[in-house]
């Protein structure tokens, strides 16, 4: 199991593209750009009105995923094919889900959208007809997931890794710098969290660095890798984009993505938090 | 498209979009602008800024027109775009308000 059974090349999905059994599927929390644009036969996922429960702040139940990938007619044995804009981070989200819902083989689009623009790939406005299945969803994997409480109990015990900017870490910024900066919660990080940005594990063009380069980062971080890891962002969807790298890629055992984030835990009353670019201590 | 200061999402909003409602100049530090190639603006532009060491902060994908805006904060930040008519960037030495700056690319 090495780093192409997970992860794709954009030649190689574009070589793919009719394969039997083999599934594409855009996933984007903006989907205008699918609307303008996507690889041929890609199918839609939203990352906000498909994947969110819309009342309250959770995932879609297992029937509710089932239900959504049977009417977007995948079925359990295809190769699921995931891309997306912002680097991928919506898809590696998505990928992430599809793990915790069971789904077999899950690949992802390396560099997703971008690269595929960049390169000047085929994109097509014409919608995909795929028929409907009967999609049966695992219950979730919450060995891949981690709970706000776990987060508490992990500050000096296990690695936490906050993804987000180091602005953001730091407390200088609430968001990343493409929404406005007035927010509810409160800024800094989870004490003892170590700040490995997402973006050091890719590179511009939204590809994945290399294994090599991916193992030295997590090392000279301090990383330890006898410890289990839980990764952070703000709303789980950079941090999935790390959790992929070091479950997926790296082959850590035991690392969780904490998809409650920096909205929750900067708003839960009683918990320490950390401002400034120290990790800063467990007591 | 919902609204940008919606904080349950964390993509991008539509960078053409006028300042959502509630944004306040007088706290927010917008560094904006467009991206341009010898034959005019280029739509579809990936266009990311660096905080003062060089980290990533955030990238957008300009709106047909070029366009591109980020919410940052007072100091010295590197606005990096890559297109298919090629890459450039700029260093913007950013205050509270509006920060309009244009990005020159073209192949390397």
């Not at chain 1, 699918?34 to 906000?48: C, F, M, S």
């Amino acid at each position: 199991m090495g780093r192409e059974s997970v992860l794709v090349s954009a030649d190689w999905a574009e070589k793919n593209l009719d394969t039997p059994g083999t599934v594409f599927v855009e996933v984007d929390e903006d989907t205008s750009a699918y609307d303008t644009g996507h690889i041929p036969g890609a199918v839609k996922l939203d990352w906000r009105k498909d994947l969110q429960d819309q009342v309250r702040r959770d995932f879609v139940n297992q029937q509710q995923f089932e239900a959504l990938l049977s009417a977007r007619g995948i079925a359990n044995n295809d190769t699921v094919v995931l891309y997306g804009g912002n680097n991928n981070w919506f898809a590696a989200y998505a990928y992430w889900y599809f793990k915790l819902y069971g789904h077999g083989d899950v690949k992802l689009i390396d560099g997703g959208r971008k690269r595929w623009e960049l390169d000047g790939r085929p994109l097509t406005t014409e919608l995909p007809d795929r028929a409907p299945t009967q999609y049966s969803a695992k219950s979730p994997d919450n060995s891949i997931r981690a709970f706000r409480d776990e987060v508490v109990a992990a500050i000096g015990t296990k690695n936490l890794i906050d993804v987000r900017s180091p602005d953001e870490y730091a407390g200088r910024l609430l968001a990343p710098a493409h929404l406005p900066q007035e927010q509810a919660q409160r800024a800094g990080h989870v004490p003892t969290a170590l700040s490995v940005p997402w973006s050091k594990a890719a590179n511009e063009d939204g590809t994945f660095k290399s294994d090599e380069e991916l193992t030295a980062l997590y090392r000279a971080a301090g990383l330890d890798a006898g410890r289990s890891t839980i990764a952070y962002c703000r709303i789980g969807e950079r941090s999935s984009h790390t959790w992929f790298v070091l479950h997926e890629l790296l082959r850590h055992s035991d690392v969780k993505n904490y998809d409650g984030s920096w909205t929750e835990y900067g708003s839960l009353v009683g918990v320490p938090v950390a401002i400034g670019d120290e990790p800063g201590s467990a007591s | 498209m919902t609204s940008a200061v919606d904080i349950a999402g964390c993509g991008a909003p539509d960078q053409s979009d006028a300042l959502p409602a509630g944004i306040d100049l007088a706290k927010e530090t917008v560094i904006g602008g467009t991206v341009r190639a010898d034959d005019g603006p280029v739509g579809g532009a990936y266009v990311r800024l660096l905080d003062a060491s060089g980290e990533f902060t955030a990238e957008v994908v300009t709106s047909p027109a070029g366009q591109f805006r980020f919410f940052a904060a007072p100091g010295h930040w590197t606005v990096r775009a890559l297109s298919r008519a090629g890459s450039g960037e700029l260093i913007v030495a950013a205050d509270r308000g509006l920060n309009d700056v244009t990005i020159d690319v073209a192949a390397a």
